[in-house]
């Protein structure tokens, strides 16, 4: 099956420091990733739609100066939380989507900022 | 964000039993999926439903999308310790040539023994 991977898998950070999360597909090449948040004991809320090669297409509500995309190759996406803060402590999760297929999910990332 | 409505929240149950949750949207979606997520790691696709009215079946796993496209079920039977976990579902929306997932809101089972 399909392997997605993220590192770190948890990290804690002061406040006011940048974060960058790694998203991998290891074993396909993903057309498109997703990055998502979930805060406790609530549902993943979808931040941005990655493309490789392009801008990253940001849901509404969530900054895209905040939230930096880059998705170098079909292989990898780095989500990095610029100048955290408490409250964007959370589990961010990525998921691969190969067109036609189904999305694969990484196994999260959990954020916390001091 | 838009999100789904689930239902119930949470359930606690005797091992052996059976287990029905549902989702509801006022939106129409053309597939609908179903996802566990166990403590600390990222959701795993239990069901996927792509036609109105689909009645599919996954070992103990049941799950049938609506015909009016804006609900679907999951029926778990029999249930097991390791069935514990968040149950999402999840309905797909075509965007341009990416298909986004809108989640719902969980629904969190507690087995006991």
């Known amino acids: 099956g399909a392997v997605v991977s993220q590192h770190p898998s948890w990290v804690i950070c002061k406040s006011g420091t940048s974060v960058k999360i790694e998203c991998r597909s290891l074993d396909f090449q993903a057309t498109t990733m997703f990055w998502y948040r979930q805060f406790p004991k609530q549902s993943l809320m979808l931040m941005a739609t990655?493309?490789?090669?392009?801008?990253?297409?940001?849901e509404q509500g969530v900054e895209k100066d905040k939230f930096l995309i880059n998705h170098a190759s079909l292989t990898l996406s780095t989500l990095t939380v610029t100048s955290a803060h408490p409250e964007d402590s959370s589990f961010y999760i990525c998921?691969?989507?190969?067109?036609?297929?189904?999305?694969?999910f990484g196994p999260g990332t959990r954020l916390t900022v001091l | 964000g838009q999100q789904l409505n689930q239902s119930p929240q949470s359930m606690f149950i005797q091992e052996g039993e059976d287990v029905s949750m549902n989702c509801t949207s006022s939106s129409i979606f053309n597939t609908w999926l179903w996802y566990k997520q166990d403590p600390g790691e990222g959701p795993v696709l239990l069901i996927a439903l792509y036609k109105a009215g689909e009645l599919t079946s996954n070992g103990r796993l049941t799950a049938q999308f609506g015909i009016t496209r804006k609900d679907s079920f999951l029926n778990i039977s029999a249930s097991i310790p390791s069935d514990v976990g968040i149950y999402f579902c999840a309905g797909q929306l075509p965007t341009y040539n990416t298909d986004k997932l809108i989640f719902g809101t969980g629904t969190r089972l507690q087995v006991f023994p």
């Open positions: 990655s493309n490789e090669g392009s801008k990253a297409t940001y």
């Open positions: 998921s691969a989507y190969l067109t036609g297929n189904e999305q694969f």
